[in-house]
């Protein structure tokens, strides 16, 4: 079956302790991005990536690193997290920029 | 750089009743629209797409949206709305690869949908 998917789907964690969300597509998509999802404010693009060891910011980067080593994977890291970083992330993947993408069912982090 | 506008955080409807959810964008280039839903706790589904050709596109569960290049629109209807329809809704764009940019999708604020009985 063609999926995203992130783990963990629920964490609940402390002030400045370094985390990673997984996310994974078994589509062979190119593209693939990161979005958090706020209440009254939507999806907001984290970061992307055009292709392997091709990333990029998108529109609220701080507090946030990537990387990019296989086409399959696209970890968000988060290496001290703050409470305003409490949010429902969401990995996305597409065969390009320009296409539709596939979401993966969310990733809802509190951070305390 | 594009945007996008859901003009109507919440829309309340009966159930059988028709829909229209509405959505405008700008954009100094061309343009692909797309409608996601998210039901409750669920991640994003695709409803329908538009990247070329006739301007009326057909989704899924019966949702249609219709794209309207001089008022830069794309609406979101449905003749008739099910209980199962609650959910919320994002228009979204991209532009179509022109000029070198980066293509990426900006989404709307969302449309909470709510029917009922």
């Known amino acids: 079956e063609a999926q995203v998917t992130q783990n963990p789907r629920y964490l609940i964690t402390v002030t400045g302790k370094k985390l990673t969300v997984t996310c994974s597509q078994n589509?062979?998509?190119?593209?693939m991005s990161w979005y958090r999802q706020d209440p009254g404010l939507g999806l907001r693009q984290i970061y992307y990536s055009m292709n392997v060891e091709v990333t990029d910011k998108g529109d609220v980067p701080e507090g946030y690193k990537v990387s990019r080593k296989e086409k399959r994977n696209f970890p968000l890291i988060l290496e001290s997290p703050s409470p305003n970083q409490t949010s429902l992330y969401f990995c996305?993947?597409?065969?390009?920029?320009?296409?539709?993408?596939?979401f993966g069912p969310g990733t809802r982090l509190t951070v305390t | 750089a594009q945007s996008v506008t859901q003009l109507d955080s919440q829309v309340p409807v009966f159930e059988e009743a028709p829909v229209e959810l509405r959505c405008n964008y700008s954009?100094?280039?061309?343009?692909?629209l797309f409608w996601y839903v998210q039901y409750p706790n669920q991640g994003l589904q695709l409803l329908l797409k538009?990247?070329?050709?006739?301007?009326l596109v057909k989704g899924i569960n019966g949702f249609e949206a219709e794209f309207n290049k001089s008022q830069t629109s794309f609406h979101l209807r449905k003749p008739s709305v099910h209980i199962s329809d609650t959910a919320e809704y994002f228009c979204?764009?991209?532009?179509?690869?022109?000029?070198?940019?980066?293509?990426?999708?900006?989404f709307g604020k969302g449309t909470k949908l709510s029917v009922k009985p």
């Open positions: 996305a993947s597409s065969l390009d920029a320009y296409y539709e993408q596939y």
């Open positions: 954009s100094s280039v061309s343009v692909y």
């Open positions: 979204a764009v991209s532009d179509a690869g022109y000029g070198g940019s980066q293509g990426n999708l900006i």
């Open positions: 589509m062979n998509h190119e593209y």
């Open positions: 538009y990247l070329s050709g006739s301007t």
